[in-house]
């Protein structure tokens, strides 16, 4: 008994003319489809009609269209939806065969939040006009999503003074490893002067930022700042104490749809 064996890759088939015939009528993109047709995306705060000068622009409409479908598929990155646009049979069926840049799909979503907003609006009220929403109760919960900002660019009123203590005492220790390696021949293993230099260079550079941190926090009197994201706070989460934020989210009883969401730093 033999394993099951694929076609020849050279055979030649004949595939169907009409690519509307390889997305099935319960296709999930019909759906977005039909639902993104039936907006006024002027209405929306979207750009609705096209440039009259330069190079023609994507339709917003096939721009939502994507970015709808990668939120149902947890597809977030740009560049993968670029990729699924060129080799997805959903998507060129979706987009009619536009393959939008990354760079494009990018700033779309940059340039129209409150737009977007506008659509998940539009959404829960078709889902209400279709009776898919209960009146009789919500459930609100929260979740903590941990934002683009790295620990260490985190700080608090309680420990930047530990810190700081830490520093100079790492500074003085290799300040007295440079003397050392100025006096006796370093050993196999051993950091360099050129290492030591680097460290103390890198430690210099904390300790001014930890500094600028605390006169930040002693002028606004915040408890804490973070500052490559300064609307986050630093919030428990299952993995300690982390840069996020605090999305709260409402969801109907019958059918378990979000029908209203907040993001607050609280």
């Given at each position: 008994?033999?394993?099951?064996?694929?076609?020849?890759?050279r055979?030649v088939i004949?595939?169907?003319?009409?690519l509307?015939d390889y997305?099935?009528?319960n296709n999930?993109?019909?759906i977005?489809?039909?639902?993104v047709?039936?907006?006024?995306?002027?209405?929306l705060g979207?750009?609705a009609?096209?440039?009259?000068?330069g190079?023609p622009?994507y339709?917003?409409?096939?721009?939502?269209?994507?970015y709808?479908?990668g939120?149902l598929?947890?597809t977030?990155s740009?560049?993968?939806?670029?990729?699924?646009?060129s080799?997805?049979i959903?998507?060129m069926w979706?987009l009619?065969?536009?393959?939008?840049?990354?760079?494009?799909?990018?700033?779309f979503?940059?340039?129209n939040?409150k737009a977007?907003?506008?659509?998940?609006?539009s959404?829960?009220?078709?889902?209400?006009?279709?009776?898919l929403l209960?009146?009789?109760?919500?459930?609100?919960?929260?979740?903590?999503?941990?934002?683009?900002?790295?620990d260490?660019?985190?700080y608090t009123s309680?420990?930047?003074?530990?810190v700081?203590?830490?520093i100079d005492?790492?500074?003085?220790h290799?300040?007295?490893e440079?003397?050392e390696?100025?006096?006796?021949?370093g050993?196999?293993?051993?950091?360099?002067?050129?290492?030591i230099?680097?460290?103390?260079?890198?430690?210099?550079?904390r300790?001014?930022?930890l500094?600028?941190?605390k006169?930040?926090?002693?002028?606004?009197?915040e408890?804490?700042?973070?500052?490559?994201d300064?609307e986050?706070?630093?919030m428990?989460?299952?993995?300690?104490?982390?840069?996020?934020?605090?999305?709260?989210?409402a969801?109907?009883?019958?059918?378990?749809?979000?029908?209203?969401?907040?993001v607050?730093n609280?």
């Amino acid at each position: 008994m033999g394993y099951i064996q694929g076609s020849d890759r050279r055979q030649v088939i004949m595939f169907p003319d009409c690519l509307d015939d390889y997305v099935n009528l319960n296709n999930e993109v019909r759906i977005i489809d039909a639902f993104v047709d039936s907006l006024d995306m002027g209405m929306l705060g979207f750009k609705a009609e096209p440039a009259k000068e330069g190079r023609p622009g994507y339709d917003p409409r096939d721009m939502l269209k994507l970015y709808i479908y990668g939120y149902l598929n947890q597809t977030r990155s740009s560049r993968r939806l670029q990729k699924e646009a060129s080799r997805n049979i959903e998507v060129m069926w979706l987009l009619k065969k536009v393959v939008p840049d990354f760079r494009c799909i990018a700033d779309f979503r940059k340039n129209n939040p409150k737009a977007l907003k506008e659509v998940f609006k539009s959404f829960i009220v078709l889902c209400n006009k279709a009776g898919l929403l209960s009146h009789d109760s919500v459930v609100i919960d929260g979740s903590k999503f941990r934002v683009v900002n790295a620990d260490n660019k985190s700080y608090t009123s309680g420990n930047v003074g530990k810190v700081l203590k830490d520093i100079d005492e790492k500074i003085e220790h290799y300040m007295k490893e440079m003397d050392e390696r100025d006096k006796t021949e370093g050993k196999p293993g051993e950091l360099s002067k050129e290492d030591i230099a680097n460290v103390l260079e890198y430690l210099s550079r904390r300790k001014e930022q930890l500094f600028r941190a605390k006169e930040q926090m002693e002028k606004t009197g915040e408890t804490h700042i973070c500052t490559t994201d300064p609307e986050c706070r630093l919030m428990k989460t299952r993995d300690g104490i982390r840069p996020s934020f605090n999305v709260q989210t409402a969801v109907e009883s019958k059918n378990h749809i979000i029908v209203h969401y907040d993001v607050t730093n609280d």
